[in-house]
């Protein structure tokens, strides 16, 4: 005798399938909120104070106030004249300069240390990677005054040099030093910084690596050369990145060295610092918006191609 084996009709299979699949809806939705809570204080916080200040700074560049007149839509006219201002390309050209040639001699430096540091030959290593992070860790505004101080003509350890042995050591501070000493207080300040971002990539290299050198003969260098530098480039590309940020955002060592050299640091130094004095010294708020929008824009442009360069280069991408 055949056993007759109850089924479910088609319509109500269909039932049972679009309950299922409103359950596993409802579960994703309550997974999405769930998640969402979680990242809301930081959407939160980033909205306001990333997302915003843009939209504001946007919204003035497009706006010109005059003392006659009021506030009026310009559109990108203060675009335009942003591009044909010398002030502006003068500022740029600068910071280009300081990017080219200070970005470079750091990161060679925060290079050598690392590698130094790795090696594992040199004497108390821990507290000399300490004394070279040291600099790091003091208030950027500390750091310039201190060297501030060091480099014045009229008094400090120059003046103090100058006076004691007769030399005429070059005013750190004049036109024509003013830049390298900037520099070379950025330098004191971030090498540690950089060193120990490739030391901490150095230490995470394969020890299979250094072995399969060892075997066929390689002498440090060649080690250096084809087994460090190509395993920690994505810390380079990331190094060479901030520092690009850090340039195009030169702000804090013009702006403080300033009162010490007000013949060599003009308003208009950098970008940064010439939408500071537009903005809280010339009240033209809305043209100093303008300035840093496009720095901001050339700025993401040009870390991005970096950053596309170097992941190419190391067949990340």
Known sequence: MTRM????????????????????????????????????????VFALVFVAPIAYSVYLSLY????????????????????????????????????LIQVPIM?????AVALAVDSGRLYSA????????LPYAVPAVVAVLMWG????????????????????????????LVLASIGNVVTWSYVGYNM???FSALRVVPSALY???????????RVIWHVKLP?????????????????????????????????????????????????????QYNYAATVAIIMGALTMVVAYLVQLRGLRQGGLR
Do not use: C, K
């Open 5 to 44: 084996v109850p089924t479910i009709g088609a319509r109500t299979r269909r039932a049972v399938v679009a309950e299922a699949a409103t359950a596993g809806q409802r579960a994703r939705a309550r997974r999405s909120l769930a998640g969402l809570g979680f990242v809301a204080p930081f959407l939160a």
């Open 64 to 99: 010109r106030t005059r003392l006659v007149g009021g506030t009026t839509f310009v559109g990108a006219q203060n675009y335009a004249d942003v591009f044909g201002d010398a002030h502006f390309w003068s500022a740029l050209a600068r910071v280009a300069l300081f990017l």
């Open 107 to 111: 990161l060679l430096l925060a290079l």
């Open 126 to 133: 821990g507290v000399f990677r300490l004394s070279i992070f």
């Open 149 to 176: 101080f060091l480099y014045g003509p009229q008094f400090g350890l120059v003046a103090g040099l100058n006076r004691t042995y007769g030399w005429s050591i070059p005013n750190p501070l004049g036109p024509d």
């Open 196 to 198: 120990l971002i490739f």
């Open 211 to 221: 072995e399969a050198a060892a075997v066929d003969g390689a002498s440090p260098w």
């Open 231 to 283: 395993a920690i480039r994505g810390a380079l590309v990331i190094a060479t990145i901030f520092s690009i940020i850090g340039s195009f955002q030169l702000f804090n060592e013009p702006a403080i060295l300033r009162p010490l050299a007000m013949n060599s640091i003009t308003t208009d130094y950098t970008p940064n610092l010439y939408a500071y004095f537009l903005s809280f010294s010339g009240q």
